[in-house]
């Protein structure tokens, strides 16, 4: 049996999904010890809740213990290099979020390629990318958003997860 370079879990159904992981075509249980699950944000980000709620339910399921790992930084791409880098047996999984592939196309690299070093297993949840802004500004629409930053060049802050990511590239007037 081929066993698929590395396992991702896409954030974009189940604790079910993890019985999409390859088994060895010899006599082995799987899982035989915990698995590391690890996430590319820090705690407490959306990306870390879904990957604890996903890891509690599917422990019971799988009967062995999911060990949540965070490894932060540059959108994630640290953890999944992370994880393309580990043993290819099925017991590193990588929650990716979008970012993860938006990061990869605004900063490309030569050693690690998200979508030739990493397999998709299963796709986890779905998210939401909203646009808040505060009632003092008194806009009511992107269009109104963006005319006021084009009003007031370099006055207007916005914040996200870092350069690249889904929610960078969302913003109005991001680059």
């Known amino acids: 049996m081929n066993l698929p370079r590395r396992q991702v879990l896409h954030l974009a159904a189940g604790a079910a999904a993890l019985s999409a992981v390859p088994r060895f075509a010899w006599a082995q249980t799987y899982p035989s010890r915990p698995i590391h699950l690890i996430i590319g944000f820090t705690p ?3 990306t870390d809740v879904i990957g604890r709620f996903f890891a509690k339910a599917a422990e019971p399921r799988l009967g062995q213990q999911i060990v949540v790992e ?6 994630s791409r640290i953890a999944a290099q992370y994880v393309a880098h580990s043993a ?8 990716s979020p979008l970012s993860s592939f938006t990061y990869e196309i605004v900063n490309p690299s030569s050693s690690f390629d998200i979508t030739r070093d990493l397999t998709p297993v299963a796709l986890v949840a779905n998210g939401t990318i909203v646009l808040a802004v505060s009632p003092a500004a008194k806009v009511s629409s992107v269009a109104e958003l963006i005319a006021l930053a084009k ?5 207007l802050l ?3 997860v870092g350069a690249g990511t889904l929610p960078h590239l969302c913003a109005p007037g991001s680059s």
């Open 70 to 75: 965070n490894r932060p930084g540059a959108g």
């Open 151 to 155: 009003s007031k060049p370099g006055e």
């Open 44 to 46: 407490g980000a959306a």
């Open 158 to 160: 916005s914040g996200s």
């Open 88 to 95: 290819n047996d099925g017991y590193t999984l990588f929650v």
